[in-house]
C-alpha cells in the first residue's frame, strides 16, 4: 500500500478537468494512478487515493468506471476501485474499496465520535433506572443482564465498565464506510461506521451509528429513514421511512412501512412495520406488523402483537415509571390493551382491554380475557390451540441470520425446563385452589385475576397432561441416543437432593438460574474481565442446554414418582413411553379439532360473495382447500402414526438395557451420542 | 343413571354456563353453532359436566361430543 505525491503534471492535469486543492501537497495517490477518473473534485486536509482502474458494478449487469467525479474531500481515505459520484460534502472517513457512493449530501464525522457505542437506553423503564449501553456486539443475553439484574449493582457496574473500555476501543475522529458499500441518494450520514457490503439507498437523516454487516448477512438502510444514535447488525433490514432515536437493531431484523421507535433495544429475527415503540426490549422473534400498535416499556421474546395493541406505562402520578413482561411465545389480540404493571405467562394469549394490574406469570399457556371489564385467565387453553404449535414449529426455520456469528443466544423449543417448571407448580396451584374454593362461588382472584371456579380443577389436569408428553419427550430423546447398556449409566444424576432446579428464560435462553447466578458472581468478582469471556460463558450455557435439560428431565420424573433418579425402574420407564404416546396423540387430536374450527360453517361466511351456498362452498373449496388436505393438518396426523413408532421402538430399547444393580453406580457422565 | 336425567342435567348446566333458555336447548344443538359457546365456554362445560356428574372425562372424548345428544352419549358412558 505504498502512496506517493501527486506529481507536477498530474496536478495540472487535474485542474485542467476541474479539480482543486487546499494544497496538492497533501493528497496522496497509488499507482498505477489514472488521472482521467479524477474530475471536479475538491480536496482540503490530508486525502488518499487508492487504485482506480477497473470498473465497478452498479447494478447485475451495468457497469461503470471507478473514479471520483463531482465530489468533495477532507481528510479522507479513499480505497481502490471505488466509484464516488456528487458526494458534496465527504470529512474524515476511510472509505473501502469497491465501494460506490452516489448523490449524497454529507458524509461526515463532525467531531470525535464512538459511532453509536456506549450510548444509553432508557429500556423497559422509560423513566430510567435500567439504561442499556449498547455496543456493536451486543447480545440478547448481555442486554438481558444489564436490564433485569438491577439487583445487582456489581454486575451493572462491571458491565458497564466493559461496555466503557469497548467504547473506547471505537473512539475516533475518523469513520469508516466498509468495502463494497453501495451508498445512493441519501441526504446526510453524520458520524456513522458502516461495515462492508452495506446498502444505503434514500436514507434521509443518520447520526451517531454504526451498521455493522458482512459479505454474509448485508445490511440494508432504505428510503427515507432517519436514525440518531443507534446500532444496526448484520441482515438486518430498514426501510420505508422508519424513525429510530436511541435504538438498538440486532441481526435479521425487518423494520418498515413508518415504523417509529425510541430508547428501544430488538433483538434477532424480530420484525416492526406501521407502529410504534417506547422503551422497549423486544427480546428475539418479537413481531409488530399493525398501525395503531404501541408497544411501551415492555420486556417480551417471541411475542405477536395484533393490530391497535396498546399499554400503558404512566398513571399520572410519579412519571411513565410502570412496567410490564408478556413471556415468550405470549400474544395480544386486536385493539387489546395491558395496564402496567403487569406479567403474562409463557406463550399466553391476551384478548380485551385489562385495567387491573395482575400477574398471570405462573400459568403459561393460558387464555387472558376479559368480561364486564373484568379480566380472566384460562389457564392451560392454549397448549390445544392450533396456533401454538404452528408458532413454535415457524421459528427456528425464521431465524434469517446468515453471518458466521449468530450474537443472540436462541432455545426454541416449546416445552422445556423453564415452562415445565411452570406447569408442575401451575397444576399443583390450580388443584389447591380448587380444593379450598368455595362451591357457591363462580370465580376465585388469585394475584389480581379472576379464575373461573370450575375451570381449577380441568386446567390442573390439561398441565397434568402436557407435563407427561415433555417427560416422555425428554425420556426417548435420551433412550434414541443413548449408547450404553445399563440403566445406571442410562440414568443421569439429576438433582437427587434439591429436586429440579429452577430455570430462566433469558431473552431466548432457556438456562439454569443457579448458573446464571454463577455467572453473574464470576463478573463481580473480575473472575470474568471482559465482554468476550462474558459472551464465552454465555455460550457454554446454551450448549449445555441438551445435557442440562435431560438431568432436569430425569429429576423431575424422579420427584414425581417419589424415588431418587437412580431407582427408577425399567418399569417406571415404560409406563412414561406409554403415558406419553396417550397424552401426545390426546393433544394432537385435540389440536386437530381446533383447526377443524377453521373449515366450519361459520368461517364460510365472505365466500361465494356473489352466489349461493353452492357458490359458497365451492369458492371455500377454491380457497382454502379440505381440512384432511390442509398441510398442517396432515402434518399432526403423520406425527400422530410417529407417536406410534416411536413409543414402539422406545419400549423396545427399555428392554434392551441390561438390569444392573442399580445402587451400585451413578454417575452424572451418562452416556449420549455426541450432537 | 337413566339418559332422561342425564339430558335434563345437561340441560341445566348449559343452560347456566351459556346464558341460554334451558327450554330453548335442542337435542341436537351444536354448542357452538347453535349455543353459541366459544372455545373458552367450551373448555367451562366440560369442567361443569365434569363437576355435575362427579366424572373425570377423557378429554380428547369431552371435546369429540360437538352437540346435547353427543354429550348425553359420552357422560352416560362415564356413568354406566
Given amino acids: ?675 | 343413571m337413566e339418559k332422561i336425567e342425564v339430558r335434563s342435567r345437561i340441560k341445566k348446566v348449559i343452560s347456566k354456563v351459556l346464558s341460554v333458555d334451558e327450554q330453548a336447548i335442542a337435542e341436537n344443538a351444536n354448542f357452538v353453532f347453535d349455543l353459541g359457546a366459544d372455545s373458552q365456554q367450551s373448555l367451562e362445560l366440560v369442567a361443569a359436566f365434569q363437576e355435575e356428574f362427579n366424572i373425570t372425562m377423557d378429554e380428547d372424548k369431552a371435546f369429540s361430543a360437538q352437540t346435547v345428544s353427543q354429550a348425553v352419549d359420552v357422560i352416560s358412558g362415564y356413568l354406566n
Fill in chain 1, 1 to 675: 500500500m505504498k502512496y506517493r505525491n501527486i506529481t507536477r503534471k498530474e496536478v495540472l492535469a487535474l485542474e485542467k478537468q476541474g479539480c482543486t486543492a487546499e494544497s496538492w501537497e497533501t493528497v496522496y495517490v497509488r499507482d498505477p494512478f489514472v488521472l482521467d477518473r479524477v474530475r471536479h473534485v475538491r480536496f482540503s486536509g490530508v486525502n488518499s487515493i487508492g487504485v482506480l482502474n477497473q470498473d465497478v458494478q452498479i447494478t447485475p449487469g451495468r457497469s461503470e468506471p471507478s473514479g471520483l467525479y463531482c465530489s468533495s474531500f477532507h481528510n479522507c481515505s479513499i480505497g481502490d476501485h471505488v466509484r464516488i459520484t456528487h458526494l458534496l460534502d465527504c470529512s474524515c472517513y476511510t472509505i473501502g474499496s469497491h465501494t460506490v457512493i452516489h448523490n449524497v449530501g454529507t458524509l461526515a464525522v463532525q467531531e470525535e465520535s464512538t459511532f453509536g457505542n456506549g450510548t444509553g437506553l432508557d429500556v423497559l423503564n422509560e423513566a430510567g433506572g435500567r439504561v442499556l449501553k449498547m455496543y456493536d456486539r451486543l447480545t440478547a443475553q448481555i442486554a438481558y443482564l444489564l436490564v433485569v439484574y438491577r439487583h445487582r449493582p456489581g454486575l451493572i457496574a462491571k458491565l458497564d465498565e466493559m461496555i466503557g473500555r469497548y467504547t473506547e476501543g471505537k473512539r475516533s475522529r475518523i469513520g469508516t464506510i466498509g468495502p463494497f458499500n453501495r451508498i445512493t441518494d441519501t441526504s446526510q450520514i453524520i458520524n456513522v461506521n458502516t461495515g462492508p457490503f452495506t446498502e444505503i439507498s434514500g436514507a434521509l437523516h443518520l447520526e451517531n451509528g454504526t451498521i455493522a454487516g458482512c459479505e454474509e448477512d448485508p445490511v440494508l438502510i432504505g428510503p427515507g429513514v432517519e436514525a440518531k444514535n443507534f446500532i444496526i447488525l448484520s441482515g438486518t433490514r430498514v426501510e420505508g421511512s422508519v424513525m429510530l432515536q436511541s435504538c438498538f437493531l440486532g441481526q435479521g431484523i425487518r423494520m418498515g412501512k413508518q415504523y417509529s421507535a425510541e430508547n428501544s433495544a430488538f433483538f434477532a429475527n424480530c420484525e416492526g412495520f406501521h407502529g410504534e415503540a417506547v422503551s422497549l426490549f423486544a427480546g428475539p422473534y418479537t413481531v409488530t406488523h399493525h398501525k395503531s400498535t404501541l408497544l411501551i416499556a415492555g420486556l417480551l421474546s417471541f411475542y405477536n402483537a395484533g393490530s391497535g395493541t396498546n399499554q400503558s406505562n404512566h398513571m399520572y402520578k410519579l412519571g411513565p415509571v410502570h412496567q410490564g413482561i408478556l413471556e415468550r411465545g405470549s400474544k395480544t389480540g386486536s385493539f387489546s390493551y395491558l395496564l402496567w404493571p403487569c406479567r403474562i405467562g409463557a406463550f399466553s394469549v391476551v384478548i380485551g382491554k385489562h385495567y387491573t394490574n395482575f400477574d398471570a406469570s405462573e400459568f403459561p399457556f393460558s387464555y387472558i380475557s376479559e368480561e364486564d371489564g373484568k379480566s380472566y385467565l384460562t389457564p392451560a387453553m392454549n397448549l390445544f390451540t392450533v396456533g401454538t404449535r404452528r408458532d413454535s414449529r415457524k421459528w427456528p426455520d425464521r431465524d434469517r441470520r446468515k453471518g458466521p456469528e449468530k450474537l443472540d443466544l436462541i432455545h426454541f423449543p416449546l416445552f422445556n425446563p423453564y415452562v415445565a417448571d411452570k406447569m408442575v407448580h401451575a397444576a399443583e396451584t390450580l388443584r389447591k385452589l380448587s380444593e379450598q374454593a368455595d362451591k357457591a362461588r363462580d370465580f376465585i382472584v388469585y394475584k389480581g385475576i379472576r379464575i373461573k371456579r370450575l375451570l381449577l380443577k380441568t386446567c390442573s389436569q390439561y398441565y397434568e397432561m402436557a407435563i407427561k408428553i415433555y417427560l416422555g419427550e425428554g425420556l426417548i430423546s435420551s433412550l434414541f441416543r443413548f449408547v450404553g447398556s445399563s440403566l445406571s449409566v442410562f440414568l443421569p444424576a439429576g438433582e437427587p437432593e434439591s429436586g429440579p432446579v429452577a430455570w430462566c428464560d433469558a431473552a431466548g435462553l432457556l438456562v439454569r438460574s443457579d448458573e446464571i447466578e454463577r455467572l453473574v458472581h464470576a463478573v463481580e468478582n473480575d473472575e470474568i474481565k471482559d465482554l468476550e469471556g462474558v459472551e464465552k460463558k454465555l455460550g457454554e450455557l446454551y450448549s449445555a442446554y441438551e445435557k442440562e435439560e435431560q438431568a432436569w428431565c430425569f429429576s423431575l420424573l424422579g420427584k414425581r414418582l417419589g424415588k431418587e433418579v437412580r431407582q427408577i425402574t425399567r418399569e417406571d420407564l415404560k409406563q412414561i413411553v406409554r403415558d406419553w404416546k396417550e397424552n401426545a396423540v390426546k393433544l394432537n387430536n385435540m389440536i386437530l379439532k381446533d383447526a377443524l374450527k377453521e373449515f366450519d360453517e361459520s368461517t364460510k361466511i365472505g365466500f361465494g360473495a356473489d352466489g349461493d351456498v353452492t357458490v359458497r362452498d365451492a369458492d371455500f373449496l377454491a380457497v382454502r382447500g379440505t381440512f384432511d388436505k390442509d398441510k398442517f393438518v396432515m402434518g399432526l396426523r403423520q406425527e400422530c402414526q410417529e407417536f406410534e413408532r416411536k413409543a414402539a421402538e422406545a419400549l423396545e430399547k427399555i428392554e434392551q438395557i441390561k438390569d444392573p444393580p442399580l445402587h451400585c453406580h451413578h454417575s452424572r457422565e451418562y452416556a449420549v451420542q455426541p450432537g
